[in-house]
């Protein structure tokens, strides 16, 4: 059963390449689509208002930050996420497991689910798959995650074996609390947007068989759309699109597939090649509060001393207000000083570079010719080392 204000159609298909739209309870958004992460509400350093000026579509939130501060009761009372923090426009929530799972010696998972410390006072915590639908539903994002256990990279078969039939497990317990959810009440939990849609999450680390089976059984569960988890972990990269590539054609064409924190913009181009829909990553965002640009050209790491007097704009080809406005010098000296303005103009000019990635790959698709945007892309990229 598909929630009722979710559909997603595909309008234009281009090899593996995908063009469509993902329709929510609060709005629409073009795909491929980058989803900048708002961790705690918040995209860091800069306002909604920039948001929408970029022209972002769709915005991620965490579930385990939000649930631990200030709490996804408090959220509901305040009516949901979209009106607690004012963004009127589409928002997805992972569920929590990714970062639960990334605080390795404060976390044990056993079927039940994950119980593990809070990383702000230490308190105990389980986080079963229907208290991650519960929290989602308090929330009232448009798009909940079911729980899943993520396995580090290398990891043995067995252990992702395990891992995988686990969150197949979780899977089938999430649907079932969702659908719950959605036909009556369940006692002390208040659902704040009755269109939520679900999306399930294959697993099975590098191992083909197991992403293979976890794909098979996840869209046997009939969830709203298909993510691929536990990938850049650590992986190689050609690794990492292998499994996108073979993970991607076991997955229903008409919904919509979303590879979880990845990644560079090298990665997102040759992800869209194997057919992803959706993406999200703080390597944008993160990148910019430590200096780290993203251009047309290559990466520019705007400590270097050779900007001290560059009268450039970061990146010609970028019409973002940064670029319009600032000079390479002036950036500089603001990050050195360690103004808060350096963040801000960093952020607005990574999170652009991000979002015209995705416009160009759209537009590129809708025109058949991704092959040679594609291409074009890599020769650009390439062109310029690292300067760091
Ligand atoms: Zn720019």
């Known amino acids: 059963m ?27 958004i073009e795909t491929p689509a980058f989803m900048p992460v708002g ?5 860091k350093a800069i306002t909604h ?58 976390r044990t998972i056993t079927d039940e689910g994950a119980h593990f410390r809070s990383h702000l006072d230490g308190s105990a915590h389980l986080l079963t798959p229907e208290k991650a639908a519960d929290i989602q539903a308090h929330l009232g994002s448009d798009i909940a995650m079911v729980l899943d256990e993520c396995v580090a990279y290398p990891c043995a078969m067995e252990e ?32 704040t947007n009755q269109g939520q849609a679900q999306f399930g999450i294959v697993q099975g680390g590098i191992h083909l068989p197991l992403r293979e089976a976890s794909a098979a059984g996840t869209v046997a569960l009939g969830f709203d759309g298909y ?13 990492m699109y292998d499994i996108v590539a073979r993970t991607t054609a076991c997955l229903p064409a008409q919904q919509p597939r979303y590879l979880m924190g990845t990644g560079t913009p090298a990665d997102l181009v040759e992800s869209v090649a194997r057919g992803v829909d959706l993406f999200d990553c703080v390597l944008p965002t993160r990148n910019a509060r430590n200096g780290q640009l993203f251009t047309a050209g290559g990466r520019i790491n ?16 970028c019409a973002c207000y940064t670029c319009r406005t600032f000079s390479r010098a002036y950036l500089r000296h ?12 960093n952020t607005l000019h990574n999170l652009n570079f991000y979002l015209d990635t995705m416009r160009g790959i759209r537009d590129a698709i809708a025109f058949g010719r991704f092959e040679s945007f594609r291409l074009a892309f890599h020769q650009r990229w390439s062109r310029q080392a690292v300067d760091s």
């Open 2 to 28: 598909t929630a009722p204000s979710f559909s997603f159609r595909v309008t234009h298909t281009d090899g593996h390449a995908r063009r469509g739209v993902m329709t929510t309870a609060h709005g629409a």
């Open 39 to 43: 961790t705690q509400g918040a995209v």
């Open 49 to 106: 208002r920039d948001l929408e000026g970029l022209g972002a579509e769709i915005i991620l939130g965490n579930t385990y930050h939000l649930y631990l501060r200030p709490g996804d009761a408090l959220i509901a009372r305040q009516g949901g996420l979209h009106r607690f923090i004012g963004w009127p426009r589409p928002i997805l929530t992972d569920s929590g497991g990714y970062q639960i799972f990334s605080l390795s010696s404060r």
């Open 160 to 191: 992702s074996a395990d891992a995988m039939r686990r969150t197949l497990d979780w899977a089938r317990r999430s649907r079932d609390r969702l659908l719950e959810l959605r036909s009556s009440a369940v006692d002390g939990v208040t659902v």
């Open 227 to 239: 993510a691929i988890g536990g990938l850049s972990v650590g992986e190689p990269t050609d690794v």
């Open 302 to 317: 705007i400590k270097n001393a050779r900007y001290g007097e560059d009268q450039r704009p970061l990146d010609r080809d």
């Open 334 to 345: 603001l990050f050195l000083a360690g103004e808060i303005a350096a963040a801000t103009l």
